[in-house]
């Protein structure tokens, strides 16, 4: 009885199952839509963020873009370069622009022009740079390799009113920075520095620009320009021990008054109308091939290897010791002297100084200590008239066949001033306008004759030793006696000549002690203004040949005396005269 109420039902429940069903799979699809919702939610956002991110970069380019049309940069800012990294960088600019590079690493240089009249060209490298093409700037380039060296190349070439370079590891050691510019300052730190400037007839200044003072480098350093070299600020190798080469197509001229100009090792400078600098160096050349002066003033001692003028005068002071190795003025002319002078108690050691031929350059040595020969008699002396003044002795250096200050002179002026020796030994004859010590032995030597003005020592225990090929005589023209002007003082005198000492018109006179001497074929003619003369037991200086009392070959003997005169030694005058 039941049966359709039953049948009902169970089509009822039928129906709830499919109609649960069917919400089950409208729950999925809202779930899955759901979650596609929130997936596509999420592509929104990041896409959004990426805008946004679009957005503030393109914000920066514009205003990076602003600046650099308001600074008329097209290729990075001043305070903000442009990055990159390459084996070779080339740039093209217009209107007014400057370039500012700057490299994590290495970077090449090519062909960068930076267009206009206020622009600039300023790179920088946290390693090596290399100058690989034509860099050009109508103000400035400044150049940097924080931990690296910059270097040239064959085709490189640096074009600008002022080059300021800094390097970690040294500037054109490899290959020369080719430049064409008006001012310099490097840094080329613990590596030298070489640039090679070709600026035509335009001078190269030496400068502190943008706070690099000058050029330095702990290593060699070599500049080289075509015209004028002007150093206002210090060229430095901070070793002391490297080489510093300057070659100037005109002069090298000090620029900065008295500071120094040059430190270093060895300085070779090369000039074509003159050097004029201050220096703090070891050993110097100095060559001059033009008309102009060599000009050196040294902090310390110095050695002058080789300095050639080829038509003009040369000067060095030193704050110590000079060696003058060879210091040679080519033409002779009376503007053309050597002068050399130690200062602080410095000597001076002389290998070869020429002033010309000898005719009419002069030379002039003043030690505050000594002057002394280099101790080898193929070195000389070559001048009109040498003058010579030191402290403590010249020539006195050295064994005796050697340290005689060798000279081919026409004229001496010589004079110690506290003690030591004097001793000159000259190739032709001499004119002996003053030679003098205080406390000392006198030598004097001649190949020719030897014209005597005044020469004296010591009157207690000195001796003047007079060694001529030709005559000894007196270069005073004397007054009547007892009027007459003295030749020679000292306590001991010792005379050789080969053709007559004094004469018999014009004698020499003497205020001596003890006297020997052979007058060879011209005689002996001799006044002693103090008296007590003995002839005999003199001892010539420097192992010169002995003498004994007076002897002549020819002339007379005349040896006058204002007081008793004594003869210990034989007077002979094989002449029969």
């Given amino acids: 009885p039941h049966e359709d109420v039953v049948t009902d039902r169970y089509h009822s429940l039928t129906l709830a199952k499919a109609n649960d069903f069917t919400a089950q799979v409208n729950l999925d699809n809202v779930t899955n839509d759901h979650d596609a919702s929130i997936d596509a939610l999420g592509v929104a956002t990041d896409a959004w963020i990426q805008a946004k991110y679009v957005r503030d970069a ?51 240089l090519g062909d960068i022009n930076a267009a206009g009249t206020t622009t600039e ?8 740079m290399s100058v690989l093409g034509t860099v050009t700037s109508p103000t400035r380039i400044k150049l940097t390799a924080t931990a690296g060296s910059i270097q040239g190349s064959a085709s490189g070439l640096l074009v600008a009113p002022d080059l300021i370079m800094i390097a970690g590891s040294g500037i054109g050691t490899t290959t020369p920075i080719a430049t064409r510019i008006d001012r310099l300052a490097a840094n080329g730190g613990t590596g030298g520095v070489s640039v090679l400037n070709d600026n035509g007839t335009k001078p190269l200044t030496i400068d502190t620009i943008d706070g690099v003072n000058g050029v330095s480098g702990a290593g060699n350093i070599s500049i080289v320009t075509s015209d004028d070299l002007i150093i206002n600020a210090p060229i430095t190798d901070t070793t002391g021990a490297a080489i510093v080469t300057l070659t100037s197509g005109g002069a090298i001229i000090d620029g900065n008054l008295l500071s120094l100009n040059v430190s ?9 109308d003159g050097i004029e600098l201050d220096t703090s160096v070891t050993t110097l050349n100095a060559t001059v091939s033009g008309t102009g002066p060599i000009t050196i003033r040294e902090a310390n001692g110095i050695t002058l290897n080789n300095l050639l003028a080829a038509n003009g005068p040369i000067s060095v002071t030193a704050l110590g010791s000079i060696t003058a190795t060879s210091v040679v003025s080519t033409t002779d002319s009376d503007s053309n002297d050597i002068f050399l002078e130690a200062k602080n108690g410095g000597n001076i050691t002389v290998g070869t100084i020429t002033a010309g031929a000898g005719v009419y350059g002069d030379v002039t040595l003043i030690a505050a200590g000594q002057v002394d020969d280099d101790n080898n008699n193929s070195t000389k002396i070559t001048a009109d008239a040498l003058t010579m003044t030191a402290a403590n002795g010249i020539g006195g250096s050295g064994a005796n066949g050697t340290r005689s200050l060798d000279t081919t002179i026409n004229s001496l002026t010589a004079t110690v001033s506290a003690a030591g020796e004097l001793n000159v030994d000259e190739t032709n004859g001499l ?27 010591d009157t207690v225990n000195d001796t003047i030793t007079l060694i001529a090929g030709g005559s000894i005589t007196d270069a005073n023209t004397d007054a009547a006696a007892p009027n007459e002007t003295n030749n020679l003082t000292a306590y001991d005198l010792a005379m050789a000549a080969g053709t007559g000492i004094g004469g018999s018109a014009n004698p020499l006179e003497v205020k001596v002690s003890r006297m020997e001497a052979a007058g060879g074929s011209g005689g002996i003619y001799v006044i002693d203004l103090e008296g007590g003369l003995t002839i005999g037991g003199v001892t010539p200086n420097l192992g010169k040949p002995a003498l004994t009392g007076l002897s002549a070959t020819g002339g007379d003997i005349i040896v006058t005396a204002r007081r008793p005169l004594t003869a210990n030694e034989d007077i002979i005058n094989s002449g029969l005269n």
């Avoid at 442009?82 to 400057?98: C, K």
């Avoid at 060209?121 to 090596?128: C, I, R, S």
């Avoid at 270093?264 to 074509?272: D, M």
């Avoid at 004119?431 to 020592?457: F, H, K, Q, R």
């Fill in 58 to 108: 393109s914000s920066m380019v514009r205003t990076q873009a602003i600046n650099a049309y308001t600074q008329n940069n097209v290729v990075g800012t001043a305070s903000q370069a442009l990055g990159v990294q390459a084996n070779r960088l080339d740039v093209t600019t217009f209107n007014q622009s400057s370039v500012y590079v700057t490299s994590p690493a290495q970077l090449g």
């Fill in 264 to 272: 270093g090792g060895t300085l070779n400078a090369t000039a074509v």
């Fill in 431 to 457: 004119n002996v306008l003053s030679a003098t010590t205080p406390n000392g032995n006198i030598t004097l030597t001649a190949g020719g004759s030897m014209n005597v003005t005044t020469v004296a020592a």
């Fill in 121 to 128: 060209v300023v790179a920088t490298a946290a390693t090596n």
